[in-house]
């Protein structure tokens, strides 16, 4: 038997499998499936124009076969292992940096402190020229990435361009594991009732639970506590036993944080709290946004159902759904949802409905009208269907409407951070730095030399506007008329950039600090423009 042809089997029979499990197809539906998908591969193989790469093909069957049911029903081939042990401990094997795609060239865009890029002596803002003497200049960025990763314990050869340097860099780095810290960053918040304890926290992976108590003893240490403030905003989620071990720091023991329910009984599990609380009063708000999910809801949402907690800023992202990894052939593993999470209250988070999907082509979030109601512990109410409605509504002032989005999306605050640290060697810590005119006459400057270009969205909808009109006939007095606003919206770069002064300080400092003070620096300067801590704050101060 071939290879093709073994392989060919293995994808029927996989296939075949997942139609019968995850459909529940009769015997001889699923019997007709295989005879479908078996003369489907056994005609591509007699008579393929080309030849075909069965792994290939089998590798992205599978991927679409299993986002027909949810985007969170994942398979990873052993050659993925890198991506498999981030989703499931926060670690990998590399260098510890964050690169970026600008043009056809990739940089170094963030450096973890003190991880093997940073020892090694490259800077953000490098452009990466070639790996272990290999030209990689205009390669993808999953490419160059997948080279800096490896092996623990081996050692690469970077070469950079270095804006300023004439001659390109060499440098040696030796691989290591990268664990990502849970903790950005933890300290205090100055308020009119005193010092405010302040965690950001970033993600649920394997043991950082116990990075969060440590940051959380390590306030209470320095100083009393009069409360805190957990910053899950951005945070995704990860392992549900992280988020129990951090609310076992505020509620009495075995206290019910949270349920799965799924078709196999053995995926029911009901989690409770397993110490006595160290902080059993410590007053806590938490921050969310729309891209707090997962075990971020269940940590969020369980604090407003035992009423233990204020929470503030956005509606979360909805995802109810619980994944489970299983090892599969070949030295793969494949995750999958295997039940729902329910809060203390009753009700479930989850927001879109994947069946919808599968029927239509489209994903419905769950209606207001189909949504529930529940109580919290002091009987407030509180629904279901939508993932966690704050206690208090706050959001962030940057507008996709203003300057500051192009200039974002386009990169030119990192362009700018590269260019500045030509000359600059050092820069103020993150408590004393500001963007003064100097440094904000500089980056107009910049944008000019570079020719950068601004079009507003008024000035979008006047062009749309003026040539519908010519479609539409109207008046030539009329189109004299609206001809005569143009110089009125013309863009101007300065007034458009003083217009968003405040945004720009804020998005050039924070750029500028990741570049000079990775990326608690970075952390550290955008609290003072960060409108939905302000809020908090004021809340605080009120009570």
């Not at 957990?230 to 075995?254: C, H, M, Q, T, Y």
């Not at 539409?472 to 217009?499: A, F, Y």
Request: hydrophobic share 35%.
């Amino acid at each position: 038997m071939t290879l093709s042809r073994r392989i060919s089997i293995m994808l029927v029979a996989f296939l075949v499998s997942a139609t019968m499990l995850a459909q529940q197809q009769s015997t001889s539906a699923a019997k007709n499936a295989l005879e479908i998908y078996s003369d489907i591969l056994r005609q591509l193989d007699i008579n393929y124009v080309d030849t075909i790469d069965y792994l290939k093909l089998n590798e992205a069957a599978i991927n679409y076969l299993l986002f027909q049911l949810d985007p969170y029903t994942v398979y990873y081939s052993k050659k993925n292992d890198d991506a498999y042990k981030l989703l499931s401990t926060g670690k990998y094997s590399g260098v510890g940096s964050r690169l970026l795609k600008v043009g056809d060239y990739t940089y170094f865009a963030e450096l973890f402190e003190n991880m093997p890029a940073h020892k090694a002596g490259i800077q953000a803002g490098d452009k990466i020229i070639a790996i272990d003497g290999k030209n990689v200049e205009k390669k993808p960025i999953d490419e160059i990435n997948k080279k800096l990763r490896g092996v623990a314990g081996e050692q690469i050869t970077v070469r950079v361009e270095r804006p300023g340097v004439k001659k390109h860099l060499d440098f040696l780095v030796t691989r290591q594991e990268i664990k990502l810290p849970a903790v950005a960053l933890s300290t205090f918040i100055p308020t009119t009732k005193g010092d405010v304890g302040y965690i950001a926290f970033t993600d649920f992976s394997l043991n950082s639970s116990d990075e969060f108590r440590r940051a959380l003893d390590a306030l209470s240490q320095q100083k009393e506590l009069n409360s805190l403030i957990i910053d899950l905003r951005g945070n995704g989620g990860g392992i549900v036993d992280e988020a129990v071990n951090i609310l076992s720091n505020f509620l009495p023991k075995d206290t019910k944080v949270t349920q799965t329910k799924g078709k196999d009984p053995k995926h029911n599990f009901t989690y409770i709290t397993h110490t006595e609380p160290q902080y059993p009063d410590l007053p806590l708000f938490v921050l969310v946004d729309n891209e707090s999910a997962s075990a971020s809801e269940i940590l969020a949402g369980t604090l407003q159902d035992l009423d233990r907690a204020t929470i503030i800023g956005q509606h979360t992202y909805g995802k109810g759904l619980v994944q489970s990894t299983r090892p599969i052939a070949n030295g793969g593993h494949i995750k999958l949802t295997t039940s729902k999470y329910y809060l203390p209250s009753g009700r479930c988070i989850q927001a879109f409905d994947y069946s919808e999907r599968r029927e239509r082509g489209n994903i419905r979030r769950v209606p207001d009208s189909l949504t529930h109601e529940f109580r919290t512990a002091k009987g407030r109410i509180v629904r279901d269907g939508g993932g966690i409605k704050p206690d208090i509504a706050a959001a962030d002032s940057i507008s996709r409407y203003t300057i500051c989005y192009p200039l974002f999306r386009n990169n030119w605050f990192f362009k700018y951070a590269v260019h500045y640290r030509k000359t600059h060697l050092t820069l103020p810590s993150p408590e004393q730095f500001e963007v003064n005119d100097s440094i904000f006459n500089d980056f107009e400057q910049f944008l000019r030399d570079n020719n950068f270009t601004y079009e507003s969205e008024t000035h979008k909808t006047y062009q749309k506007m003026l040539k519908i009109a010519q479609l539409d006939k109207l008046s030539d007095s009329t189109i004299e008329l609206l001809r005569s606003l143009e110089d009125k919206l013309n863009d101007d770069l300065h007034t458009s950039l003083v217009n968003s002064r405040n945004d720009i300080n804020q998005l050039l400092g924070a750029e500028l600090m990741t570049s000079y003070y990775f990326n608690k620096g970075n952390r550290q300067y955008i609290l003072r423009y960060d409108n939905v801590l302000k809020r908090a704050i004021e809340y605080i101060e009120s009570k």
